[in-house]
């Protein structure tokens, strides 16, 4: 086995993440990086930095093919990169949409990071660009052995499906440059705005936290448990209030325990680091 280290690499439409994972290991170092596309002359100062060198990466990327090949030379010619792609099955869980390959590959690898955080049924919100919200089945439910195999053998549990929807800050944006009236809204989420900031800053809240609990109410029926829910992404303290707020009121007119969302920093990097070490020689 190689000495040193793999880069973990998540570009994703305006930064892109990087953490570190030392060989042998299953779970990333906590040292991460986030840099803008025109901030990436900096990878290099970071990397010299770490105790042990990389000698190869391994990444996931929706950015364009223009800032995937910076990263690429970027990082040659010491530490050769490998993009990973959305598919049918891997680490234990199984991609139930029509073309796997279609999966946004940033959602796939961050369902295997959450994977690793749960084994009950779970919701990912992602707050970014976009607002993504995916279920995760459980290896079991509601005291039964409710497993789902490919074969004899091998225990999965299933991607049952996801939405999109535009993130917090590209709703407030496209309001902003989308109508003649509407300014660039700074303001909190209450329950009966008074001012054209905070409607606008509560409406937006309004919308992503009801596109989290219909997700959350869908999982609860299908697969007859709530889902643990967690979040991440740049998006989250724009509306981390009010989807708090409905969750925990969801869970109590449904007579479950009140939690709040649990975060997670770079669910994305948390995957490869789970994939790393059946992908890389």
Known sequence: MRNGSILLVDAG???????????????RQPDTLALG????????????????????????????????????????????MHWLRSSAYAAGVTNLYEHPEQL?????????????????????ASF????????????????????YRLDEQT??????????????????QSLARGTAGLPYAQGASVAFPRNTHTAISSGIAAAQ??????????ALDTLGV?????????????????ITATLQRAQADNGLPVSAPHWLDAPVLDGLSALAGQTLP
Request: contains cysteine; glycine residues 12%; neutral net charge.
């Open 37 to 80: 596309h025109a901030e990436l002359d900096q990878l290099p100062q970071w990397l010299a930095s770490l105790p042990a060198p990389p000698d190869a990466a391994l990444g996931v990327s929706v950015a364009s093919e223009a800032v995937a090949t910076l990263i690429e030379h970027t990082l040659q010619p010491v530490i050769t």
């Open 226 to 242: 709530a889902p643990k829910v967690y979040c991440s992404g740049g998006g989250w303290p724009l509306v981390a209030d009010e």
């Open 13 to 27: 439409n305006t930064r892109v993440k990087f953490g570190w994972l030392r060989r042998g290991q299953s779970h």
């Open 155 to 172: 225990e999965s549990r299933r991607f049952e499906g996801g939405i999109i929807l535009p993130g917090p800050e590209l709703m407030r």
């Open 104 to 124: 946004g590959n940033d959602r796939w690898i961050a369902l295997i990071g959450l994977g690793g955080h749960t084994r009950s049924a779970a919701l990912l």
């Open 209 to 218: 936290a009801g596109a989290v609990i219909r997700q959350w109410r869908c």
């Open 128 to 147: 970014g660009t976009a607002t993504t919200v995916d279920t995760l089945g459980p290896l079991a439910a509601s005291g039964q052995a409710r497993t």
